[in-house]
């Protein structure tokens, strides 16, 4: 469980500088993770607050699905691949349209793979920031922009805004908003409605028992790697293969990186995640991370409903940049934190030169990543190392899949849901209370007293619409 | 100290969430910073273990520096227009290769204030990734490629490779890298000699008593600045000013910045700081800011040399994305951070659409802020506020001093060292170990023993350069 190495998948876990010991493997609890999530993938409701199933696991092996989910993944499928021959040669640009679990994965998958010899550019709208927008917008043609909206209930009012903003667009360049747009959405939601009474491009599904931190295997994250031209079966493939190796209780290695770490948290959040890819290309995976982890983990109650005040903190970019960074602090600072350093053995297409006396700029690459592990551990600082054979789908698949698996598991180790997101709203709510009082006073019904109130009527003043 | 406005710097700073009280701004600590801050600026030796002046804050007035070191900064000026006037129009790219403080900086200012009407697209080499190099370079003319190559000392290896591979592309087209090079060094490095003596376009100064991360105000950020036609000189106007408003003890916001972040940390490393522009354009800043936070705050042992372990841990990327991915735990997780918000007033160049009635998308990036603080209030959590008129050069440029200052007053609260970083030197020499592990093993000199030698052997393996 301390190492694990799967050729067909491309990757390894090496567990063993996160200083478990035999008792840590021998611990019951994790029988009982096991059982759970053996549970929750025969369609056990495991995210008890909101009623749901919780099936992402099913989106990769529909076979070990129940009946009318299986058939919805695969005519999921089906629709992928009659949209993808429906679009020919007619666009060069994708603009998404999401947030969060819309957008996150996406744009992970994106940057790591790029774009392939057919596939379209791809630029995420992932806020509600004007000039944003208009960064996004800029030097796109849109006759040849497809433009996806991804948003399961069509609520989510970043999403919404951007949509408006972006039909807009089409709007003053004289084009229909409708022929350019693509909906990935839950049946019968607002935004389905939208899209059908508008006649859009086409309407894709997403379901209410994937969660979005756990949908970049549903269209999520397969339709932007076809768009790319990249091979979403690899990807899918990749992550049923780290299912498969993750199911069990012996040489689980999702299992020994949630119990990892689970002792590195001391059961609590004594220490934060830092994920240090030495690889470019991975360089958002630690905020795909961020979403999943954090989210899921993040939270004030365990499932008795007792007062806990969970989490697990990630952050990081890559490696070697991050060593002229903060590394300083990892090393020498309070030992509030464990590396995840991934390493990816093919440096690139081709040779390399040597940039001195048989050594490659990939070479120093490696070098690093062992000399900041070694001194890491020198200082008795913890981490883990998985490794990459390359940056490809299958590779990305199974290290989500790894990631997935290993959270549900932490989950249990804690006793916490994983699977909702309750803090999330009581923002969301507020956002709407701030947006009535900017009315209020627009209206001159409500007084400029306090800071909500003042930073209000700055903005409004900046942007010319306060005359006062 | 409290709260903070400059409508010259456009610039506000809002503490009232931080819960301090009155006790706290009395505390005497905050007059020996200030004490030790004014010694720094007069050219006290502030950084002991090297010997060394301190002088980021000369760089934005030099009337206040030593004649020496204010004559080589006014020449500096002088140089970057010489040079801006020799280009003419003959690149459109700039290659910046360069790591840590000589990469971080421009990065942020470029994503932030995009590239000016004559300017230069920016790509940066900030890594020894063969696969990154490739990146970078790809569809680049090189001919029209202007690289710029930034490193104090010529000895960082990264850099170097990066260097020794760019050139390589560079004599692949057929062309003279020197022809299409500068370099930003310490005048006699090994960088400086060899670009003397390849005759490269220019050689531009660093300084020893600037630390790379705070050098973004010398041409490690001015160079950029001008290529992208940006206003390098209301950059440094911009902090400049902020320096004129943070030398005193009263109404000082960095003393106030600093004070907070004190008691958060409750004097050791209790709370994070997570940081959260709301604005696209800010969403490197958060990476710019661990380096500059962490390493000066992450170290082992305090000024008296007892072992303190401090740190200052930062992360963030912007909202209200980030609400979608790990608000979540701030919420309702471990009390083990404080956000910083960033609000900019200005929404965008020109008017916005109505996205529901009375409200633009930029009312609802605002009311998500607001949402949020609130909702962070409600939970008991800390919270602090910068507000930015817009996102302009003078705006970012007292941003930066602003932290600047606050992380030497921290310091100084801390009784730490903030200008070395002892524990980065740790990770360089265990690399060099690791490489000559390679070395021995593709002499047959070493034994394939370990989880080094064993990552080592697959590397090599990958990408054919081993066949054992």
Redesign the interface.
Known sequence: MLRFHDPTLGLGL?L??MGLTDADLNDPALDRAVAEMSALEAGSIANPDEGRQVGHYWLRAPALAPQEAAEAIRASWEALDTLSATLGGRFDTALLVG???S??GPMFLADAL?VGPGGLALRVL??????????ALAGVDLGRALTLVFSKSGGT??T???M??VA?AYRRAGLSFADHAVALTCAGSALDREAAAAGWLARLPMWDWVG?RTSVTSLVGLLPLALLDQDWRAFLDGAAGMDAATRGREGNPALGLALAWHRAAEG??RR?MVVLP????LVLFS?YL??LV??S????RDLAGRVV???????G?????????????????????FATFI?V?????G???E?SP???????????L???R??LT??GRRSL?I?L???GPRQLGALIALFERAVGLYASLVGVNAYH????E??????????RL??AL?AGEAEVVG??AE??V??L????RWSR
Chains 1, 2 share one sequence.
Request: hydrophobic share 30%; aromatic share 4%; proline share 3%.
């Open positions: 090496d063993g500088r947030i969060g679990g957008a996150l790029g992932d806020n509600t920031d004007p000039d944003g927008f208009d960064r009012q970043e919404r805004n951007g408006l903003e807009a979005g609590q959040a934060a030495y690889k470019d290309r905020r961020q979403q954090m989210e983990i993040g939270k004030e005040h969970q989490g697990l903190t990630v952050y970019n890559k490696g070697s940049t991050d060593q002229h960074a903060y590394i300083q602090q990892l090393r020498e600072g309070p030992d509030d934190c390493a053995l093919e440096d690139r297409q040779p390399s030169l940039v048989g050594a490659t700029a990939g070479d120093y690459l490696l070098g690093f062992l000399g900041t070694n001194a020198e200082a190392t490794t054979d390359r940056v997101q309750p803090g999330v009581a923002g969301k709510k507020a956002a709407g209370v701030a947006l900017q009315a627009l800071d909500d930073l209000i700055a903005h003043r900046a942007n010319g």
